[in-house]
């Protein structure tokens, strides 16, 4: 069994409005992005979140997202390069609207398999599968849109991602407890 999370994405990025595959690169949150890092930082400031930890990826738009969404609750805020964002490798930084797409409702899922020199699912699960082996309490998970369903599929089965968008909510939580997923917004 796994303890507690919540788990965020980070805001809208000025890249994330283009369109553009992310990955391992950076930019930074819009304004809309920004609103949606507050908002999440609203639905957390409610809760008792008493001895839960608070872990960001590493990168900057997950950073910023961490700043304003954890600044007004967290002590202190660690980073862990296993929630960082699947690496698209030679696609990084490109408009998706330019790459192959696969057909049917894993097109997108088939973008990321496809990008030359990327990182693939079956990587990012086994990365995921690390950070929960080392997971010792409840936490507060800032990350990204794929890493977030990789880790919220194996937490909570198939239903999860079924019903959201592929690359995890922005300005929402999601609470995980007991193998099961509520949305908060």
């Excluded at 930074?28 to 809760?47: C, F, M, S, V, Y």
């Excluded at 910023?64 to 600044?71: D, F, H, P, S, V």
């Amino acid at each position: 069994m796994f303890p507690e999370l919540y788990i965020l994405r980070h805001g809208e990025t000025v890249w994330n409005a283009e369109n553009r595959m992310q990955g391992e690169l950076n930019s930074p949150l819009t304004r809309k992005g920004e609103a949606q890092a507050a908002n999440q930082g609203k639905i957390l400031h409610d809760l008792d979140l008493a001895g839960f930890l608070m872990i960001s990826s590493p990168q900057g738009r997950a950073v910023q997202t961490a700043g304003i969404a954890l600044g007004a609750i967290a002590q202190d805020v660690t980073t862990d390069h296993r929630l960082r964002e699947i690496g698209v490798g030679d696609w990084s930084g490109l408009c998706r609207d330019n790459l192959p797409l696969g057909d049917g409702p894993d097109a997108l899922i088939a973008q990321y398999e496809a990008a030359p020199n990327g990182e693939g699912m079956a990587a990012v699960a086994v990365r995921a599968a690390a950070f929960l082996a080392d997971l010792k309490g409840p936490a507060v998970l800032v990350t990204h849109g794929i890493t977030s369903r990789v880790l919220r599929q194996m937490i909570a089965g198939d239903a999860a991602i079924a019903a959201t968008s592929i690359h995890g909510g922005q300005g929402c939580v999601y609470h995980l407890k007991d193998g099961v997923q509520k949305l908060l917004d």
